[in-house]
């Protein structure tokens, strides 16, 4: 199975409707970024969580990491067509030596006007 | 933030040739990696490219395929070598900077 599942696999949003992602790790999480990927593009760094518990922010987009460390959601605010792409998780499995990340298959947002 | 430098962002190439994929990052960094996205499918671990030494693959990638050169801190090439059809997929080049991980633009090579 799947180190990183991702949920849900898309989503369809009218603008001006909230939404949530998760993301969950089979292992524990010793990091879990976001990104964001508009179609055959590159990685937009969005945030990384490392502690249980912990929540950041960034605009109209707040990401989670609950206290087992185990999982994560990401939660927009009031949705706009600029938040359409496909929304990655990565999670740091190795706890600091072979850092590598592992990736969640994406969920693909679109946000209808 | 860092700022990476990828190129080409896109190629067509012929089957049985070879492509090599630039990344040039705007700071020193220790590490550095080369990811590839086949059509549909998330971002999959290719190699840690090791200044100084030979690059770290994972499993089911081979330097023969995929040798890779970090000549130093700010620097790597990645080349997709004897390509087949299988071989079409975006290429991203990643860099660790404290404890954030940033991605260059891609590379989306298509070979006929």
């Known amino acids: 199975s799947q180190e990183l599942e991702q949920s849900p696999q898309s989503l369809i949003v009218q603008e001006g409707k909230n939404l949530t992602i998760n993301c969950t790790s089979s292992?524990?999480?010793?990091?879990l970024y976001w990104y964001k990927q508009k179609y055959g593009e590159g990685l937009i760094f969005l945030m990384m969580l490392q502690k249980g518990g912990e929540e950041k922010s960034h605009e109209k987009i707040t990401a989670k990491l609950d206290e087992k460390k185990q999982q994560s959601s990401l939660h927009i605010t009031a949705s706009q067509p600029s938040h359409a792409g496909i929304y990655l998780c990565?999670?740091?499995?190795?706890?600091?030596?072979?850092?590598?990340?592992?990736f969640g298959k994406g969920t693909l947002l679109t946000v209808n006007p | 933030s860092a700022v990476i430098s990828q190129k080409p962002s896109r190629d067509i190439c012929q089957r049985g040739t070879s492509l090599t994929i630039q990344c040039q990052v705007d700071s020193q960094v220790t590490m550095m990696f080369w990811y590839r996205q086949q059509p549909g499918q998330s971002l999959t671990l290719i190699a840690t490219a090791n200044q100084g030494s030979e690059a770290t693959y994972e499993s089911g990638f081979v330097i023969d395929k995929f040798p890779i050169s970090r000549p130093n801190l700010t620097f790597s090439t990645l080349t997709v070598s004897n390509m087949s059809p299988e071989d079409s997929s975006i290429y991203l080049c990643?860099?660790?900077?404290?404890?954030?991980?940033?991605f260059g633009q891609g590379t989306r090579l298509t070979v006929v």
């Open positions: 990643s860099v660790k900077r404290n404890t954030e991980a940033f």
């Open positions: 990565g999670a740091d499995h190795s706890g600091g030596s072979n850092y590598k990340l592992t």
């Open positions: 292992k524990t999480l010793y990091g």
